[in-house]
C-alpha cells in the first residue's frame, strides 16, 4: 500500500481556520489529484495538477487552494471560506492518462 | 458534461448469489470506463478497467456503446466482496481526470 501517504489521518478545525492537508507520493507520478468523499456524493474533483507549477480547478475548487512546488507533493488548503469542509479527503496520483492510485485519506471535521 | 450514474445505493445479497452492479453514464464521445473498489479500512483501488478485458476476483464489465452501460458482474458472490463500488469515466484516452459515480454498497451475507 506504501507510495502515497497523506497526513494527518485525522484533523480538527475550528471555524474561520485554515487547513493544510498533506500528500506525498514516491511513485515519480507526473498527475496529483484531491477529491473529497462525502457519505452519498461519491468522489468529488477539487483540484488537479498535471505538471510541476501548475494545476487546475475541478469541479468543487471553492474555498480550497492548492500548490505543486515539488513533483512529489500536492497539499490541499481549507480555507475559512469554504462552507461546509468536514468531509473525508482523498489524494490520489497517477502517470499521465493511466490508473490513479489513491492515498489512505484525511478526515476533517469543523468544530 | 459527462455523468456517471450508478442507481443503486445498496445492493444486498447472500453468498453464491448473482451480482450486477450497474453503472450507466452519458457522454457523447469514446470514453474509458473504470469500477473501483474500496473495502473496509482500506484504500481506494482500481478493480478493472474496460480497455484491458480482465476477470479480475472474478468480476467483469463490458462496455456497451448502445445502452451507454459499464455494469459489474460476478456469478457467485463471495463475503470477502462486500465492499463500496465506484464506477468511473474518462472522457477521452487523452485526459487524466476522472468523473465518479455516487458508489453502490455492496453487502454479502452468509
Known amino acids: 500500500d506504501g507510495g502515497i501517504t497523506q497526513s494527518p489521518k485525522y484533523l480538527f478545525r475550528k471555524e474561520g481556520q485554515n487547513v493544510t492537508l498533506s500528500c506525498e507520493q514516491n511513485l515519480n507520478h507526473d498527475a496529483m489529484y484531491w477529491y473529497r468523499q462525502d457519505p452519498g456524493q461519491g468522489l468529488r474533483l477539487i483540484y488537479y495538477s498535471q505538471i510541476v507549477n501548475d494545476f487546475q480547478k475541478g469541479d468543487i475548487a471553492e474555498g480550497y487552494s492548492v500548490s505543486r512546488e515539488k513533483k512529489e507533493s500536492f497539499p490541499l488548503t481549507v480555507t475559512s471560506a469554504q462552507k461546509n469542509p468536514t468531509a473525508f479527503y482523498l489524494c490520489?496520483?497517477?502517470?499521465?492518462?493511466?490508473?490513479?492510485?489513491f492515498g489512505p485519506g484525511t478526515r476533517l471535521t469543523v468544530l | 458534461a459527462q455523468r456517471v450514474t450508478q442507481p443503486e445505493k445498496l445492493l444486498s445479497v447472500f453468498k453464491g448469489a448473482p451480482v450486477e452492479l450497474k453503472c450507466n453514464y452519458s457522454?457523447?464521445?469514446?470514453?474509458?470506463l473504470f469500477w473501483y473498489v474500496q473495502y473496509s479500512r482500506q484504500r481506494l483501488q482500481l478493480l478493472l478497467r474496460?480497455?484491458s478485458r480482465e476477470s479480475i476476483k472474478g468480476f467483469t464489465a463490458d462496455l456497451n456503446k448502445g445502452e451507454t452501460s459499464f455494469h459489474l458482474k460476478k456469478p457467485f458472490a463471495q463475503e470477502e466482496d462486500s465492499a463500496m463500488y465506484y464506477c468511473?469515466?474518462?472522457?477521452?484516452?487523452?485526459?487524466?481526470?476522472?468523473?465518479f459515480g455516487k458508489g453502490t454498497m455492496l453487502l454479502v451475507s452468509p
Open positions: 468511473a469515466l474518462r472522457p477521452e484516452s487523452g485526459y487524466s481526470t476522472l468523473t
Open positions: 457522454y457523447s464521445g469514446s470514453p474509458e
Open positions: 490520489a496520483s497517477s502517470l499521465l492518462y493511466n490508473e490513479q492510485f
Open positions: 474496460h480497455i
